[in-house]
T-cell receptor, first 112, second 110 residues
């Protein structure tokens, strides 16, 4: 375990479903991130939260909605996803926004 | 648009060989360059480089940054099968903005 825990590990959802991904870190870090990793594509930054405030939103469609209730928890709420949203969703945290990340093990999402 | 290019995209070597992985970048507001190793799911942190010419070393792995020529290399000496993985290079900008390269897939054969 890296200190960043993601649940669930695997998720299969229909296009009309609503689900949430959860990320928790016990490292005392101030910044948390959501990344998307699709096959044969580089890691794509989705959202950045620094001290619970969203500081970056890389033009992510509104069907992905992040929530950061405190500096230890991060959620990604999903609704009306498309099959092309199937990917590995990685959460990461860092002490400061420009420091090295600690990644979670990811949630493998399949949209059917 | 920020850009990170890694080469080669894939590499197959035998145990004991030395490999050099390359990462070149074009980014605004450079803060740091990071190397990660990704075996199955979670990328694991290897190095963070912020200054040119200072080699970072960890066991058989080492890395160096050239901020003038905008590139970094990751060296692995005496490779082992456990080094087989995807090696990711990322460049960090302001406010946590990061750009990742496509990765280099390294396969080390016995």
């Amino acid at each position: 375990e890296t200190g960043v825990t993601q649940t669930p590990r695997h998720l299969v959802m229909g296009m009309t479903n609503k689900k949430s991904l959860k990320c928790e870190q016990h490292l005392g870090h101030n910044a948390m991130y959501w990344y998307k990793q699709s096959a044969k594509k580089p890691l794509e930054l989705m959202f950045v939260y620094n001290f619970k405030e969203q500081t970056e939103n890389n033009s992510v469609p509104s069907r992905f909605s992040p929530e950061c209730p405190n500096s230890s928890h991060l959620f990604l709420h999903l609704h009306t996803l498309q099959p092309e949203d199937s990917a590995l969703y990685l959460c990461a945290s860092s002490q400061e926004a420009s420091n090295g990340y600690t990644f979670g093990s990811g949630t493998r999402l399949t949209v059917v | 648009e920020d850009k990170v290019v890694q080469s080669p995209l894939s590499l197959v070597v035998h145990e004991g060989d030395t490999v050099t992985l390359n990462c070149s970048y074009e980014v605004t507001n450079f803060r740091s360059l990071l190397w990660y190793k990704q075996e199955k799911k979670a990328p694991t942190f290897l190095f963070m480089l912020t200054s040119s010419g200072i080699e970072k070393k960890s066991g058989r792995l080492s890395s160096i940054l050239d901020k003038k020529e905008l590139f970094s290399i990751l060296n692995i000496t005496a490779t082992q099968t456990g080094d087989s993985a995807v090696y990711l290079c990322a460049v960090m900008g302001n406010a946590g903005k990061s750009t990742f390269g496509d990765g280099t897939t390294l396969t080390v054969k016995p």
